[in-house]
């Protein structure tokens, strides 16, 4: 049974599509959800860093009131971001993480790999991704 659920995003199309997901699901299993954006830079973290994280947060906490879900939301800054999605999941004790299959990345994703893929990899609970 799905009870807390963890949705990452980033500010992408993909993103917001897992979140919609997640949201709905929470609301058809009753379960408690929490948005994440993990911040990846390395500490500290400038004022526009900190800006679009809220802004990608107050996005997804519209969508939520739309579907009316209650959701947290909560940011993290980590420069390896599937190891903060892993963390909180874990510090959380998570049942289920949604995540985007792809994301704002670009060409790092090239060379360090999906954030989705090491998510799926490296969780503690199951993932669902998000395409």
Do not use: F
Request: aromatic content about 2%.
């Amino acid at each position: 049974m799905i009870k807390k659920l963890l949705v990452a995003v980033d500010g992408s199309p993909e993103a917001e599509k897992a979140a919609e997901y997640a949201l709905k699901l929470g609301k058809a299993y009753g379960a408690d959800v929490t948005v994440l954006n993990v911040i990846g830079v390395e500490p500290p973290i400038g004022r526009e860093d900190q800006r679009k994280s809220k802004e990608v947060l107050a996005h997804i906490k519209g969508i939520a009131k739309e579907v009316k879900v209650n959701c947290k939301t909560s940011s993290r800054i980590d420069p390896i971001v599937h190891r903060g999605i892993i963390e909180e999941a874990e510090e959380g004790g998570y049942d289920l993480i949604v995540i985007g299959s792809k994301g704002l990345t670009g060409i790092k994703r090239m060379v360090m790999g999906s954030v989705a893929e090491n998510v799926v990899k490296h969780a503690h609970c199951p993932v669902t991704v998000i395409r």
